[in-house]
């Protein structure tokens, strides 16, 4: 026992999500554990915060070295006769980082990312380029001067393009409004719901250069300024052009 090591690293070969378990070979001896559970910071039988990395593909798992696909060493908490316990993980030395002090990074390993500056700008961004700020400068944000290695941007899924939707309920969980920008168009949708049915809806699409606006239930609508008017103002009654051309 003088020599027995109860925080060995070891590498991960496999994941189980949905048990907050892993699969791993210990680097110093070789061993192999099944099912080890991957302790977390907050965690209840209704509650739980986990995100646990997707290692190599299965056919270079129980080898010790690196394989091609992602490298994951964590540490374990071990007694003999015991099922061990994942304590934390380690970064690779090819680990993604920023040489920023004072800046919170959470990178996925899909490329997705979310930072905060040291003077508290905000960004999410997509590896297809779509990104969500809250900052003093409303562009986007490059990192390359903070990754001189160039592990942070690894060009992962930058062809998977995004849309955005945000939804927000009622009673009963139907659906009120919704707001929705559109994939590869950016045609974007304002929406709002009554009783399941479409209230008020206005579609802008750039690609048309079209902004149509579907229903509008106003007894009174002012128009400010010197609107114009291209093609027939449909009068309701008559379900047709407005008899009186518009001054």
């Known amino acids: 026992m003088a020599d027995y090591n109860p925080f060995p690293v070891a590498k991960v070969v496999a994941i189980h999500p949905e048990r907050h378990s892993l699969d791993c070979v210990c680097l110093d001896t070789g061993e192999?554990?099944?099912?080890?559970?991957?302790?977390?910071?907050?965690?209840?039988?209704?509650?739980?915060?986990?995100?646990?990395?997707?290692?190599a593909p299965p056919q270079e798992s129980w080898g010790?070295?690196?394989?091609?696909?992602?490298?994951?060493?964590?540490?374990?908490?071990?007694?003999?006769?015991?099922?061990?316990?994942?304590?934390?993980?380690?970064?690779?030395?090819?680990?993604?980082?920023?040489?920023?002090?004072?800046?919170?990074?959470?990178?996925?390993?899909?490329?997705?990312?979310?930072?905060?500056?040291?003077?508290?700008?905000?960004?999410?961004?997509?590896?297809?380029?779509s990104f969500v700020r809250m900052a003093s400068d409303l562009g986007h944000e490059n990192l390359d001067a903070f990754d001189p290695e160039g592990r942070w941007a690894d060009n992962k899924n930058v062809d998977h393009l995004v849309g955005f939707v945000a939804s927000i309920a009622g009673a009963g969980g139907a659906e009120v409004?919704?707001?929705?920008?559109?994939?590869?168009?950016?045609?974007?949708?304002?929406?709002?719901?009554?009783?399941?049915?479409?209230?008020?809806?206005?579609?802008?699409?750039?690609?048309?250069?079209?902004?149509?606006?579907?229903?509008?239930?106003?007894?009174?609508?002012?128009?400010?300024?010197?609107?114009?008017?291209?093609?027939s103002v449909v009068c309701p009654y008559i379900q047709g052009p407005h008899p009186v051309p518009l001054a």
């Open 32 to 55: 192999r554990f099944f099912g080890v559970t991957v302790l977390s910071g907050s965690a209840s039988s209704e509650a739980v915060s986990a995100s646990i990395p997707e290692p």
């Open 64 to 129: 010790i070295e690196p394989g091609d696909g992602a490298t994951v060493l964590v540490v374990l908490a071990r007694w003999p006769g015991i099922t061990p316990w994942v304590l934390g993980f380690i970064p690779p030395p090819t680990a993604p980082g920023l040489n920023d002090p004072g800046r919170k990074a959470d990178r996925h390993q899909s490329g997705w990312y979310h930072t905060v500056s040291p003077t508290g700008d905000m960004e999410m961004h997509h590896p297809s380029g």
């Open 177 to 231: 409004a919704k707001i929705s920008v559109a994939p590869t168009t950016g045609a974007i949708s304002l929406s709002t719901f009554a009783n399941g049915a479409s209230a008020a809806a206005i579609e802008i699409d750039p690609v048309a250069g079209t902004v149509a606006i579907t229903t509008l239930p106003a007894a009174l609508a002012t128009l400010n300024g010197s609107p114009i008017v291209n093609g």
